[in-house]
């Protein structure tokens, strides 16, 4: 096992920043320092909310674990991934209590709001490497205003096991206290695929398998994405679109209302959307707001492709390109390499951490509009051995 370095609270502002997705061997990865702790979180039973048309809502609950862990650590930059239906994070020592409490009260409002169990657990990296996993972590730019976490090491995907099985759980209760959600939305149009499909793409490597062996699987599908138009990016270039209302506004408004009535959340927010929506038709700058350029950054800024313990992808690819990347996968699965999970469809949506419109540092996390990873991941589970 490699040595890790020791606690530093910069550790992660500290690591360099990878432009080129390709460029992400397991070279660029950096392990965790031994006292840092890793969390994740999902929704039990995804898939049968997503059976009921509730994709969205799993997507909004998602992204609500990385929106409640920024505003209750305001300034930090610390690496986190998003998942579809939950998030895998990394933090500092110092950080690790009030995580554990927010993490609390977003349960409990998810169950208030929802009557939907999200899971969570959190673990010092030194019981994850006394597990004979590790925890790496890179940093990816996908814009010039934004970048993401990627992990690598095996640690997350030994921690969503001991959350699932019940063996690690959070074992924190509630003060009461609704998450601070601010900044959550999602507000834009689901978008068309352009070139065939909006395929939904995951991969976990098999334990035991050579990680050389299964780098160069990742690096040929990565490859086969590279060479469609914009890397197989979802999203068009000038961004999304905008519909007035937005079908997300309501789940918007009982997700985050905190301790405002809903009724007067509903009510700000729609007068506030109206507003953004004759902004975004009229395609001109209001004061220092730039729509089009705003919906430009949107797509820029989005996290379509990303390692969380293994490849993930959302991408707009041709039936040809989706045949060719199966066919990859269903070698290296036969040889032991990896599990894998593939789901097509017709639409990917967006679900959004906006700090504030006047910065071009919002985050756009991209799944498929008809379950995406979710549904992708029930295909692995299938040939789980567990």
């Known amino acids: 096992m490699e040595e890790s370095p020791s606690s530093t609270v910069t550790f992660y502002d500290d690591l360099p920043l990878f432009a080129e997705f390709s460029g992400l061997e397991r070279e660029a990865f950096t392990p965790l320092p031994q006292d840092w702790v890793i969390g994740c979180c999902d929704i039990l039973d995804s898939t049968a909310l997503i059976d009921r048309g509730q994709f969205k809502t799993v997507n909004m609950i998602g992204a609500a674990v990385i929106a409640a ?117 999602c507000r834009w149009d689901t978008v068309k695929a352009r070139n065939g499909m909006i395929l939904s793409v995951l991969i976990k490597p098999d334990p035991s398998a050579p990680p050389k062996k299964v780098a160069e699987v990742t690096q040929a599908i990565v490859r086969l994405a590279n060479g469609l138009d914009r890397g197989g990016h979802p999203l ?86 989706r045949d060719r990347i199966e066919a990859l996968l269903v070698q290296a699965r036969d040889a032991k390499l990896l599990r894998y999970g593939l789901f097509a469809q017709d639409k990917a949506m967006v679900t959004c951490i906006v700090p504030s419109a006047m910065r071009a540092d919002h985050m756009h996390f991209v799944d498929g509009a008809s379950g995406g990873y979710a549904r992708a991941a029930q295909m692995l589970r299938a040939q789980d051995p567990m």
């Open 236 to 321: 068009p270039e000038e961004g999304p679109g905008f519909r007035f209302p937005p079908k997300g506004l309501m789940l918007e408004a009982r997700l985050g209302r905190g301790k405002t009535a809903e009724i007067i959340k509903k009510l700000t927010l729609t007068l506030g959307t109206a507003l953004i929506a004759v902004v975004f038709w009229r395609g001109k700058k209001l004061g220092r707001f730039d729509p089009i350029a705003y919906r430009a950054e949107t797509a820029a800024n989005a996290d379509f492709r990303k390692y969380d313990d293994g490849l993930k992808l959302t991408i707009d690819c041709p039936l040809e390109t």
């Open 69 to 185: 862990l920024r505003n209750a650590l305001p300034g930090r930059a610390f690496p986190f991934v998003f998942g579809g239906d939950g998030a895998g994070f990394a933090l500092s020592p110092d950080c690790a209590d009030l995580a554990a409490r927010e993490l609390a009260r977003l349960q409990a409002w998810v169950t208030q709001e929802f009557a939907i169990h999200l899971r969570a657990t959190m673990a010092p990296v030194r019981d994850v490497r006394a597990a004979g996993k590790d925890v790496r972590v890179a940093r990816f730019g996908a814009s010039r205003n934004v970048d993401y976490a990627m992990f690598d090491g095996g640690g997350l995907n030994w921690l969503e096991r001991e959350m699932k099985t019940a063996r690690r759980t959070l074992g924190l209760k509630s003060d009461g206290t609704p998450p601070d959600l601010t900044g959550l939305s």
